[in-house]
């Protein structure tokens, strides 16, 4: 089932069969832990010789150790596997709502569907239906493109968020009766996870027709103060912006090379998302943290100083008075920590003043790279080891999001993170795309 109007595609999900070990099948979102390759030693040791999605991934803390090709053809052959063995059965055309217990104890709920990339852009001033909230980092893109290219299967990590305050899309499918598809403990100390199975089409239908009144332009215009000019924005992403521009990528070489009447009904033309309401209760938005590697953390300090300068920035001490509009940026390195004050900010986010700076600083030093960090206490311990800094910063009100990217477009890259990395989405549902 399809309904064109909303960029929605019921999609037929893949699940491991009922005799898999599902706490061993599901593993974290690939972008996570990426400065601790330890964790995912630890995750390697536990799925050896079982059937894992940690097997047809690519964690970003092996990305650069010279063995890309071997663990992409590694991933498409666990996929080939998949599939010919009969590890997989297919539930056509299925809603499949998802129930995430957290660590904290908090449910987050979510239904899978499938997207249309047509209506999708990450590029700045573009009004799709599906839109970016932050910057995409275009050069994280390739060894993505490497392994979706050729793959025969999608398991994504992706979620986007509507804007539902009155919570008349997602929550309702929790009230109907549906078919258990899974329900387990997730590794790692994760938290649990349910799935049920909703294949009844008037229940799809009215779930739709909930969902295009959120994309009405009376509905858009008055929630918003937009003008009717401008075009709705339906969905927004959460997590997994970088996998969902991927597939972007490939569809957008697809159509040039084919023509897209010859593609228009291919699986590639969507991606598999977990949908979730922006005022879902367990959503937490919270910062994503700066830690620098391998440079003079004193020096680096300097150089922030001096390249804010006009901005009057400073080094808060004893004396210092923080004036209204100004931005705090705490910082952690060996031995000392303390807090950077731009005074004068020209960026509206105190994520931006940083990573504009960072940015420059990285081009005058070859060997200083950044990692973006999820948690302040692993911020604070990566940042103290020896020539490292690590920045905290503040979280954004998950409540002015939709406003701020219709109105501002996409955040600074890297701008929120919605919980901890052990709460973020496991790769465990999927898709046929080839």
Known sequence: ?????????????????????????????????????????????????????????????????????????????????????GVLQEHPASLLRCERTLRNGKVRRGVMV??????????????????????????????RIKIREQA????????????DPQASVVEPLFAQVAEPA?????????????????????????FADNLSQLASTDTFTQKYGASAEQKPLLY???????????????????????????????PARYALVELVNLYDTSLEFEAIHRVVFDIDAEKLLTAFLDH??????????????????????????????GELIINKPQHQLAAGTLQLFIDHYLTQ??????D??????????????????????PAINKSELFKTVIFDGALPRKTFSMGDAEDKRFYLEGRKIN
């Open 1 to 85: 089932m399809k309904f064109d109007d909303i960029g929605l595609l019921v999609p037929d999900i893949l699940l491991p069969k009922a005799s898999t070990d599902m706490s061993q099948w599901a593993v974290v979102a690939c972008d996570q832990y990426s400065s601790q390759p330890e964790y995912w030693q630890e995750v390697y040791e536990q799925i050896h010789n079982k059937a894992s999605t940690g097997h047809v991934i690519f964690p970003e803390a092996w990305l650069d150790q010279g063995k890309d090709n071997e663990i992409i053809t590694g991933i498409r052959s666990s996929m080939q596997d998949y599939l010919q063995q």
């Open 114 to 143: 499938a997207l249309d990339l047509e209506h999708y852009s990450y590029e700045a001033g573009t009004e799709t239906l599906i839109r970016a909230t932050e910057g995409t980092i275009v050069n994280r893109l390739p060894p």
């Open 152 to 163: 025969p299967l999608e398991f994504p990590h992706i979620m986007v968020l509507i804007d």
């Open 182 to 206: 899974y329900d387990f403990e997730l590794m790692q100390n994760s938290g649990h996870i349910r799935g049920d199975i909703i294949q009844d089409e008037s229940i799809i239908r009215n």
């Open 236 to 266: 927004a992403m959460g997590d997994g912006n970088h996998s969902f521009a991927t597939a972007k990528a490939i569809w957008e070489t697809m159509k040039a090379e084919q023509g897209f009447e010859a593609v228009a009904e291919h």
């Open 308 to 337: 804010y300068r006009e901005q009057q920035a400073e080094i808060r001490s004893t004396e210092s008075v923080i004036k209204p509009g100004a931005q705090v940026i705490p910082f952690a390195l060996h031995g000392k920590a």
């Open 365 to 370: 030093h070859s060997q200083a790279s950044v």
């Open 372 to 393: 973006y960090i999820h948690g302040e206490d692993t911020t604070r311990e990566l940042g103290t080891r020896t020539g490292n800094i690590g920045f905290l910063l």
